[in-house]
């Protein structure tokens, strides 16, 4: 009789920590895919935009984001007017702080600084950007 309490109690044990194992099986990453399978990823991200959204600046002037999330400094794109920026990155360790300049022949217009961002897993990739007043 003891026998059978003790393989019942084995038994229950080991369908309990299966149970477990598959009930927590996705919460150790960000997986938002429901158990598909599919590879965890941290989405690009791209902050603390210099200058602000909509500041007034001066021809050839300086900007400088934080990118986050990115594949490495090859992957890192910026653009004016479908125009390729050159830019500098320092790495920060949990992001790029990435400088540039704007084209000194660009005046008088307003310009949307296009960035983006290769993540490792392509459907983490990100795009954006923010606008410029360029003066005289």
């Given amino acids: 009789?003891?026998?059978?309490?003790?393989?019942?109690?084995?038994?229950?044990?080991?369908?309990?920590?299966?149970?477990?194992?598959?009930?927590?099986?996705?919460?150790?990453?960000?997986?938002?895919?429901?158990?598909?399978?599919?590879?965890?990823?941290?989405?690009?991200?791209?902050?603390?935009?210099?200058?602000?959204?909509?500041?007034?600046?001066?021809?050839?002037?300086?900007?400088?984001?934080?990118?986050?999330g990115s594949n490495g400094p090859g992957h890192i794109h910026v653009s004016i007017k479908q125009q390729p920026i050159e830019v500098t990155l320092e790495d920060k360790e949990s992001f790029y702080l990435v400088k540039g300049k704007l084209p000194a022949d660009i005046k008088n217009t307003v310009v949307r600084i296009s960035v983006s961002l290769k993540s490792k897993v392509s459907r983490c990739d990100a795009e954006g950007g923010w606008l410029l007043k360029v003066s005289e």
């Fill in 1 to 68: 009789m003891q026998n059978i309490k003790l393989l019942i109690a084995l038994c229950l044990v080991g369908f309990s920590s299966q149970g477990m194992t598959q009930s927590t099986g996705g919460h150790g990453g960000h997986n938002s895919g429901g158990g598909s399978g599919a590879a965890d990823c941290i989405k690009a991200k791209i902050s603390r935009y210099s200058p602000e959204h909509m500041s007034t600046v001066s021809p050839g002037s300086e900007f400088s984001f934080a990118a986050s």
